[in-house]
């Protein structure tokens, strides 16, 4: 492998590490995967690769395949609800890296992508956000190209038929975040309850390591009286930032500079929220940077 090999492969590290994040809902096991791609890039002896690009993309969903198998044996076990780890987009801002602002990394999303087969969610990503054709796609997951068709179209379907895989534009979520802050801080829930779907659910994710509702909230009566008796109980021991998180609009709950929860919003077809989703687990709060963030409530 020539001197360049590592520029060759820092121009593909976001777009491998948005790849390898869709496919783990995680961005430790993601960070992981683009890790040892890299050791396997630098590591091979050919100089002649011809598409430097097609070689990463198949070494990256691989690995992350790999890895998949084993998370997922390990969520079966998992206590009470798994979401996706919150990934911090807002630095995300090299053009190199657009994708992973995209709608496909909404924390919604990647719960529908969760429904799919491992290789039904890697053809998937690798068609329909990525862009690959069916060919290149065929190889990296070593199937036939027709079994790769029958994938990508399996999966669209089931992506399409899902309900919370819509985005609300920004000045919406800036609205919600302020209805949202009032109805923890004063009580105050008229403005919120007119941003909230009938049928608004709450998950939270402790992995059994923090203080978390234990089963999914549904309607909006539960909704409410979970942002205005716990969050605005527990809420009022520190700061409150809004942060980019998963390309949309989120809050982060901070004690002593240290992010304790994440609350993250799924949107319907009409822009209302329909989901709520809270992270508590301390390993999937680790990489949450909230310097960056605003300043919502001190």
């Known amino acids: 492998m020539s001197s360049s090999a590592i520029e060759i492969f820092e121009t593909q590290r976001q777009t ?21 791609t890299m050791i396997a890039w630098l590591g091979e002896k050919d100089d002649s690769i011809s598409n430097p690009q097609g070689w ?4 990256c969903v691989r690995k992350a395949l790999d890895v998949l198998k084993s998370a997922r044996r390990a969520r079966t076990s998992y206590i009470g609800a798994w979401l996706p780890e919150p ?6 801002d090299d053009p190199e890296c657009q994708l992973s602002l995209s709608e496909s990394v909404t924390m919604a999303f990647m719960l529908v992508l969760e429904r799919l087969a491992p290789k039904e969610r890697a053809a998937f990503l690798l068609h329909d956000v990525f862009e690959m054709d069916y060919r290149d796609i065929a190889t990296s997951l070593d199937i036939a190209e027709p ?16 309900e919370a895989v819509h985005q609300a534009p920004k000045d919406r979520q800036d609205e919600l975040l302020e209805a949202f802050m009032a109805a923890v801080h004063t009580g105050e829930t008229g403005s919120l309850v007119s ?6 659910t709450v998950q939270s994710d402790s992995g059994g390591k923090a203080t978390a509702v234990s089963r999914t909230l549904i309607g909006v009566k539960e909704a409410l009286a979970f942002v205005t008796k716990v969050l605005g109980h527990y ?13 949309s609009r989120g809050l982060v709950s901070l004690v002593d500079g240290r992010a304790e929860a994440v609350i993250t919003f799924g949107f319907n077809a009409e822009g209302k929220a329909s989901q709520i989703f809270v992270t508590r687990n ?8 909230a310097q960056s963030g605003v300043l919502v409530r001190h």
């Open 16 to 36: 491998l590490m948005g790849l390898a994040y869709r496919v783990l809902g995680s961005v430790a096991e993601a960070e992981d995967v683009v890790q040892d």
């Open 195 to 200: 941003m909230l779907a009938h049928d608004v």
């Open 282 to 289: 301390p390993d999937k709060l680790a990489r949450i940077d």
């Open 56 to 59: 990463l993309t198949t070494v």
């Open 147 to 162: 079994a790769c068709r029958k994938l990508v179209s399996r999966a669209r379907a089931n992506v399409q038929r899902a």
């Open 87 to 92: 990934m911090h987009t807002e630095v995300l």
């Open 235 to 247: 809420w009022n021991k520190g700061d409150v930032v809004s942060l980019e998180l998963n390309s």
